[in-house]
Structures are given as C-alpha cells and as structure tokens.
C-alpha cells in the first residue's frame, strides 16, 4: 500500500510503539473459559514480523472438549492428552510479553484479555511462580469496536464488528478462521489497515492520543467489556457438512432470478440452523443483488417462529443494508423509513433467543439483531443517497437551521422514539468534530424530547455532558434509568463501562481529597544545635 507523505507520517506515529496482538481458543465451562491455544503476532513499524518470531502455544485445557468446541477449531481430548498445563507455559508467555517493553496489547474483544487473566491467575494458584501481577501494564486495543471509534465506513450502525465481517469487507486474507495464529494473523491485518484509515482522517495525530480516546485499559486493569469479558460462548448447531458444501460457491455476480431463488433455499437452511455464515453469505450477495436478496430475507420471516430464527434472519438482512459498496443499493431513505416500521412489528411479535436457541450473533454475544437492526434503518435514512452527512442535509433535510425548525424536517417522520435517537446521535456525532456549539443545541433539543431515554448512545453522550458540568449525580441517575431497561445492543455495555469508569474517578478524588494522616512525624532537630540550619555559612 502506498501512502503521500502526510499520510504516512502520521501512520508512522500511530504505529511508532510495538502492538502485540492476541488470540485465543478456548474450552468454555460454567466456571469460565480455559485456555487451549495461544498465538501473539507482534507489529513492530506496522509490519508483522516473521512467523519465527511469533509466539504460538497449546496447552492441556484441564477439562474435557466438548464436541461442539471440536466442531469450531477441531481440538480433541486426545490431541490435548499430552500437553502442558498454562501454569507450565506461563513463564514462556510472560517473557515474550516483556520482550517488547511499551508495547500495546491488541485483540478482536475483550473474551481473549480476560481469558489471558484468567490463566495466568490459575496459574498463580497452582504454583505460585509466575502470578497476574507480574502482567506488565500495557495499554489495549479492540478491533471489534476500533471501526466504530474511528468512524470507518464499514463500520455502519454496529458498536461491534465480528472479525470474519472485518476481513471481508477490508480485504484480508484469512486461511485458516478458528485457528489461534490464523486469527491473529487476521487481526493483525486489519488493526493495520484500521491504522491507515486513522491516519488518513488525520484525527488522532499520534498513537497516544488514539490510545486515549479509544480507553480500553490495560493488561492489568482492563477496561474492556465485563459482558464480552465473561462470555462463555453458547453452544451453536453442529452444522451438517451436505449444508456446508452450499457455502462453497458464493452468490459473487449478477444473479438471474433462478440463480437467486437458489441462494434464498440455502438462507433458508441457514436460518433453520442457525448458520453462522449466513451473515457473510448475504453481504457478498448485496454487493451486486441488493434489492433482490433483501426482498427475498424478508419474505422468509413468514416462516420464522423458533427462537433465534429471527435473529438469524435479521442478522443477514443487517449484512445486506450495511453492505458498504453495493452496485444497488437495497433501499433508499425513503423506503427504509417504511421498511423499519413494518420490521419493527415483527420485532415485537418474534420470540427472543434463548440459551437453547440462540442466533449467532447471541452465540457470539455481540448484540441480538432483534435489538440493533433498526440501526441500519436509521443510518440508510440519515445519510442518504450520498451516503455520508454535510452541514447542508442537517440543516434542510434532517433537522432545520434555527432552533424554532430544529425537528420540524425528517427526524420527526419517525415514529419509533430509538430510530429518531440513533438518527439524531449520528447527527451528534458528526457535528461534534465539525460544528461543536450547533451539536450542544443539537443535544439540548433532543433531551427535551426524551430521546436520550430511547437510545443509550445518545445517553452516553448526555451522562458526559452532565458530569463535565459538575452534575455527577444527575449524570448516574440517568444512566442507571436507561440501564435498567437494557437490551444486548452492546451500546448499553458502553454505558456500564462509563459508570464503573466514572465511580472509579469520583472515588479517586474523594480519596485524594481526604486529610493525611501523618504516621511518621519528622523527628526534632538535636537537643543543643543553636542553628536550624546546620549548613548555614557562619561569620
């Protein structure tokens, strides 16, 4: 890839400490994770380095491997039988993790940190050596909400990406998914095209100041979601390798109507199944089939009536709106409008997904497309046929020029109080780095219509205004209304994270602020010196 100089001098910048990214495959128990392979690809410069200098590891999980699990990354009892236990390789990870002093930590989620923390807190328990304070204090990245942070535009409506999204929508080679070093490797790939992206935008002038937008923690005090970071993966269909064989030819052209008829019997397979490829399957379709996909989805909800149906279902319509480059697009803002109304009665009547029947996105907890489709609604209908915000569709199309018109225009077409919000956050969102004083009013307006109370991003951005006005109390409250009517959009995680992040501020000043007690008083000077000061020069 080649970069003008302004580019690549600001990309030299985000990339100037090493980045150690993590991957993990893993046993999941009802008392948590346990740990069977391990793969860190170090970036140094924004270059992977060679395979040699990779770590990779697999260890004895210590409990039995489930079928399913052997299913996703085909480890057996029998191929775990004779390996080391973590508490064994715990000294060989920690000394490659020290090998790269001010290094970042980088992963897809938060599941493989605190599974990383986990082990290593076993591994202190069964012998002491090697303990989880010994973990040195390296700042954190997650590609799975980098794209949103950074704005990208393949990140669409989603606070969370999943990793196969990623690589197909940035051209990324991935040989061998579900496997430690594969993924890794994969991830590796995009956080350095990510890189690129931020460095082209120009908004975080060095890695440092990413870091601290992004604020994830660190590897000893993690800040990444305590949802994801206690996921234990749900147990997904087995799926039957005569379905599977449908995947192997992607529905990539132009398609005739018999071609697309016999791409809609396999979604219907997958959605029975709960196929987890089904979402990447519909995305390659709408690149050049949009409008016939999407129609064809839709009509398969008839049919729907399981729990975690729907959510499948609706995961792959979500593939097909947020496809980023479509030769048609599927709707337009007009008839997204209308489409999410008649979504969101099937919303309402569907079943949930269970523990039982989970969608994919449930199984990978990133969000049930029960909660977060409208989303996609919202973005075809605030951006357009142009497909990105300006000063000029704000102000005479979505919510006026002077405060007497502000949402008088299309925001108010809306009947669903959450798609309005997540429409005017995106508005937020934009003037926040363009036109800061016109977002405050922005806020203020959709405040005194309670559409903070309807969308939690739109709450996030509220509780900070609030506690930077020295309202904290008031700030708490409301994210504690709003969070006691959550959903899995991972939005909400955002929230709690903030609150825990806020508490944790408010008890570091209080604590600062108490008396000091002292302990240890300054001994009196010697009985008898007649000058305080013994180095004072005397005439």
Known sequence: MTLNDTVQSVFEQLTRRPILVVDAEYEPTPNGNRLISLAIVPLVRGKKVPAGDELYIEVNPGVPIAPETTAIHGFTDESVARKKSFADRADTVLTF????????????????????????????????????????????????????????????????????????????THTDPHHARSDARATAQVLVKLLVHAASAGTYPDIDDLLQAHDRGTLTEPRVSTARGAHKRRRGPVLPPEHLALHANPLTGKANAKEVKAWLVMAAQCVSLHCPHLDDAAGVAARNNGPEVFKGLVKLTEDCSRPGDVGTLFGALRAVLDEPEPSRPPLDSRQATRWDRNIHKAVQQSPRCDDEHACPACQDDLGCPLDTLYQSFARIATLGRGGELSKARIDDILVGRTEDSAGNRALTDWSVPRVTGYMMWMVLTWEERHRPVRGADH?????????????????????????????????RDLAADVLSRATTDPAFQELRDWVTSADAHAELIERRSRPKTITHPKLARPAGRANDNPYAITR
């Open 97 to 172: 993790l020290r090998s790269y002093p001010d290094a970042i930590v980088a992963s897809h989620t938060g599941v493989d940190i605190h599974l990383l923390r986990d082990e290593f807190e076993r591994a202190d328990d069964q012998n002491g050596t090697t303990t989880l304070g010994d973990l040195p204090s390296a700042p954190l990245m997650d590609t799975s909400l980098l794209p949103n942070h950074l704005r990208h535009p393949i990140a669409g409506p989603r606070s969370t990406i999943k990793l196969a999204t990623l690589v197909r929508q940035l051209g990324v």
């Open 443 to 475: 806020l203020t307006w959709a405040v005194n219509r309670e559409l903070h109370l309807a969308e939690p991003r739109l709450t996030l951005m509220e509780c900070r205004s609030r506690y930077a006005n020295g309202r904290s109390e008031d700030a």
